[in-house]
């Protein structure tokens, strides 16, 4: 349950004088070319409508830290009354937030968060826990295939795939992962960043594999290479039916479709349309009424197996816009 306690009385006054329909909340992704946040944007619209406040989403094409941080600027000299921002942990973002709340605007973080900021909350998942899920999976996997993952004759050699190491999030679901994994014979031998970008990350996870096709496990820490059919990763596919075992973070459609086909095993998967319903009315129930909430509200996690593999291809539609 959520606790809420009022701010200031005079702070309320203020902040009530301002109509609903005046009311201006910008969500600010990493980038608007990784349709993962797209569940996020339509439940925040969604919401938006309810409440009959204006809402912005506004993001690069693609990541890039300068261009986001340069967005977040721009709405700062606009004053707009709030952001909800996918952000990293680093000094350039805490110096944006800062400035934005220094300046009066509420911003809250979803999906990667900036704790060291002056940000009033964070809506997500926990991405240790996550993580640590994940590899449970994995082991699951392995012991489904009869592959011994506490030999100590061979090393199960892995490669990770992250978008950008130093993004809190992404950093905290490999050391979730790793921990899980520690008394294994499970061995990291490459981490490879795709920099957030959905077609970066098909051209590397295939240019990985047309080198390095004996590696054992892949681990997605991200859903980014899961968003185009199988027959776009020709490398991926005939590894995968060689033995590779993927298990990776992110459920949607595109995901469901190529673990039916074989080509992951095991998927843990973030709530973000509560991200972006919860995290928005969150922020203006704040903005409107002073109510300050708690720092973190957790969003569950979600498991895709073979147990209910088919029931979650029913429940999770193809999103209408790419």
Excluded at 200 to 228: H, R
Excluded at 300 to 311: M, P, T, V
């Amino acid at each position: 349950m959520l606790s809420l306690t009022m701010t200031a009385a005079a702070e309320n006054d203020q902040q009530k004088a301002k109509s609903s329909e005046e009311i201006t909340i910008a969500y600010v992704p990493r980038s608007l070319d990784n349709p993962i946040f797209l569940d996020a944007f339509e439940h925040a619209q969604e919401k938006a409508i309810d409440l009959g406040i204006n809402i912005e989403w506004v993001a690069p094409f693609a990541y890039n830290a300068e261009a986001q941080i340069n967005i977040i600027e721009s709405l700062i000299a606009r004053n707009v009354d709030g952001m909800v921002v996918s952000v990293n942990n680093t000094p350039e973002y805490i110096e944006v937030i800062n400035k934005a709340v220094e300046k009066g605007i509420a911003v809250a973080t979803f999906d990667a968060d900036a704790p060291d900021s002056k940000r009033l909350f964070h809506i997500g998942i926990d991405n240790y826990e996550a993580g640590k899920v994940t590899a449970e999976g994995l082991l699951e996997v392995l012991e489904s295939k009869n592959i011994d993952y506490n030999s100590k004759n061979k090393q199960l050699k892995t490669m990770i795939m992250t978008g950008v190491r130093g993004a809190l999030n992404l950093d905290r679901r490999i050391n979730g992962f790793l921990d899980k994994v520690e008394n294994t014979n499970i061995g990291v031998q490459d981490i490879v960043e795709n920099q957030d970008s959905v077609n970066l990350s098909v051209e590397l996870l295939e240019q990985y594999l047309q080198k390095n096709p004996d590696i054992d496990i892949i681990f997605f820490v991200g859903g980014w290479p899961f968003y185009v059919p199988a027959e776009a990763l020709p490398n991926f596919q005939r590894w995968a039916k060689n033995g590779g075992v993927a298990v990776g973070i992110d459920i949607f459609y595109d995901a469901l479709l190529l673990q039916e086909r074989g080509l992951l095993h095991y998927l843990v998967g973030q709530d973000m349309a509560t991200m972006g319903s919860k995290g928005l009315s969150t922020l203006y129930n704040y903005i409107k009424y002073g109510i300050k909430p708690d720092e973190y509200i957790e969003t569950g996690l979600q498991i895709a197996n073979e147990k209910n593999l088919q029931r979650l291809l029913q429940t999770h539609r193809p999103w209408r816009v790419k």
